[in-house]
């Protein structure tokens, strides 16, 4: 039995930086004893070795940014986070790839790679104050940005892994090259895995060059059925947009369509102001408002990249759908939410095919309300169409909610081949320590 | 290269003979082939240096019917391999003589074209060409184009994780898969994604896409499809080394620009190009790249201008820009040909299918030459210069024993290079059987070993497609580090074939 306040000597052998937790550290409610902070892979292997020995369920933490996604786990003995791991391991300007350890900030890499103009195309939203979290975080939550419409989101720019199992295995795949086929591709498996099958430490990335330069075309509409015009009007060849995002606060509210346009900037300026004309025809034809205001700014409308601004017990949803299912999937939230007596706020890739949505805090007596209207929106989403028993064309993702709500509404709703998914659980993390329950199925 | 006989059934080969009159239930009669003549078709696919007969071949035209199979070869612990259109060139789709080959060929609906959504489903055997032909007539595209793509299925696609010249910019297969219905190796269909992209849970979308055949069967396809660029130009561009192309490349690279393609070809493949084809590139060249842009017309006219400057001012001594459609079709034709075109100026040869970092392009290349004038036999360089995927095709005379073994070793010396340079065994051809022997150059024993975890989840008896990918097969359930021996090939097992 552990004294209470000592730290195990197996920890503290495995890592120079182990501490005590603190309330702060506390994920969804859930109070961890000890924090540790290993300054490298070998480091982090030999931590995750000790807490299996010790039998310490394991919590990965980047910034912490998004760290109550998901369920509340069912155990959280340690967290080992990733904050001395920093390092650009290696940025070959020429190969347009950036080898790094995972607890570097999107912000951080961002400063280095731009020195030689270039990026990771990955923009997903700041979470509060803390930033865009760390590459690790993000690999390891899916999330994206308006970016996503022309290059992916993490799993489409990781090219190569570097993770530490359970058993403190360290395992690598992939490599430095984007073109590459040897081997499984551990990182698509842990790419969106949210630390349920290890530890991510280092990741090499595709680059892109910054764009020379970029046009926002701004404009707003009255209906999702003209918003899906002015889209199909905007991902035309002619324009070929790298975002086409909408912004919809209140049901009440227009629907504001921000497209983004990159490339060389006489080509920019052409297809923007190409653009803001049809648009602005399009706009006038659908809602018989000829005054339609179609702004070409070179920032980005304020919304843009805010994504679902998320609140202290407030809750965010995520909708992917087939993009030519936009009317639809608009117009069955704002009918749910409107059963329900809410108002989300909504916004996202509407040309990607996802969106958020957005709810404020609310009091536990709202609970209730709100998984009533998670519900019954997956069940109004629940069509098949086409292809006989293919899944469902449409999802509906619980980023964040109380507990409350989470335990009332699944957050990942039904999954397919969700069986799989517990084979390779018990495969990576036979003995569930790594972020146990958190996951899809409770995984 | 040595044409195998047919090996006498052995015990395991009668026990796939039993099965036959199960699948003939299943199937019907004429989608069930045993005559060993028949079978022989089957015995390879595009790399034929690796040849076995299957103990079974079946053509079904329904996923039912192939979970159905699969259920049938599961319960009888009988291993089996599936097929597309055969034109892989790791031996991915090499059979096994004990087991059931199971050939998506008359799989070859096109489900649906989605054009709001820009999504095709399709079944497995579609052709790749197939899904753009279908998509054209609402302005798409399916982005991914290996060079077979006339033949090739767009499930062997999703077993290799088919690149092509075009996945420099547009990306890879697994770019642009959103949704799989997978029959597991336990016989049960299921779907994998749900043709969103974004489907909650682990990415199992992502993992099974070039895995080989290993994790299952593909039974339908949810494509992202494309729409068709604006505009598109295609440069060809004369240097007087390949070193001043690879600096072109670079240049090109730097000043922000990201071609659809960029495509090099050596003096020894433009002469075989030209023997073969008359494909008409500037004579004497030692290099010619192929640059194609595409994008809206204004910014294409601009990158098009730099390019052109770029190759100037890194030594190019012609350059042509295809004037039209036919025009392109002419520059690529000589690119498109080399493969075949150097068949006809050597007896036989080895494509190999490494990567490098671009910045090392120069210097493999010119350690390729060195490796190529010490074992005193040529090679052919025909490669993706936009992401350093070479093609060394190593050419050699198959009737001097010498010389093959000569050609294997300056074969595996040229992915040591690779490696060596930080790259990569196989860009697009997949691992099969022919590199598997590579893969622990590559990796490590416990990358292997955790690769293979995800083979125990999806297939814990190891019959799909077993011995392909992984040198030493994991023993699912077993601790880790006891493994048993390598599976050897029967034909190599028998002394039939050399392995290559």
Redesign the interface.
Known sequence: MLAADSIPAQLTDACDEVRRAEPADAVAGVQPQFVAAPASTAQASAVLKAAAELGLAVIPRGSGSRLDWGRPPERADLIVETTRLTRVIEH??????ASVETGITLEQLASVLAGA?QRLALDPPANGASGTGTVGGVLAT?VAGPLRLRY??G??LLIGIT?V?ADG?????G????????????G??F???RGT?GLITEATVRL???P?STAYVSTQCDSPQTCERLL?AA??????PVAAELSWPLASAPIALGIALE??P???T??ATQLSEVLAKEAGQCDGNPRTVVSVTDSPPPWWRSGPAAQPDGTVL?L??????LVRVLTELRSAAERASLDPAVGGSAA???LHAALPAASPADAARIADFITSLRGSLDWQA??G???????V?IQHAPAAVTELADP??P???????R??K???DPAGMMSPGR???SL | MTKPTPAAPTGQDAAVATLAPRLADICGQDAVITDPMELRTYECDGLTAHRCSPGIVVLPQTAAQIAAIVKECAQARIPFVARGSGTGLSGGALPRADGVLIVTARMRQIIEIDAKSRRAVVEPGVTNLAVSKAAQPYGLFYAPDPSSQQICSVGGNVAENSGGAHCLKHGFTVHHVTGLEVVTPDGELTWLGDGTGNCPGYDLLGAFTGSEGTLGIVTKIVVKLTPIPQAVTTLLAAFNSTGEGGAAVSAIIGSGILPAAIEMMDALSIEAAEASVACGYPADAAAVLIVELDGPQADVEAETAAVRQIAKDTGAFEIREAADADDRAAIWRGRKAAFAAVGRISPAYIVQDGVVPRTALHEVLDRISALSAAAGLRVANVFHAGDGNLHPLVLFDDSSPEQTAAAEELSGAILDECITHGGSITGEHGVGVDKSKYMSRMFGADDLDTMQLLRCAFDPAGLCNPGKIFPTPRLCGEVPGVRREAEAHPLVASGQIEHF
């Open positions: 070959e300007a020429g190969d347009l790839v103009g899916g992916g989101s799993r489409d993770i199992r295995t360290i395992a690598r795949s490599g430095k090259v984007v073109k590459n086929v040897a081997g499984y591709d551990l698509k498996l790419a969106g895995s099958l892109h060059p910054l020379q199909a991902v035309a060849p002619a324009v070929a490339g060389d006489a080509g920019v052409q297809r995520q992917a759908f087939w993009p030519g299912e990607a095919g996802v086409g292809s028993a293919s899944p469902p064309r449409a999802s993702l990942f709703g999954v397919p081949a969700l069986h799989l998914m084979a390779i018990q495969q990576f996951f899809a199925g």
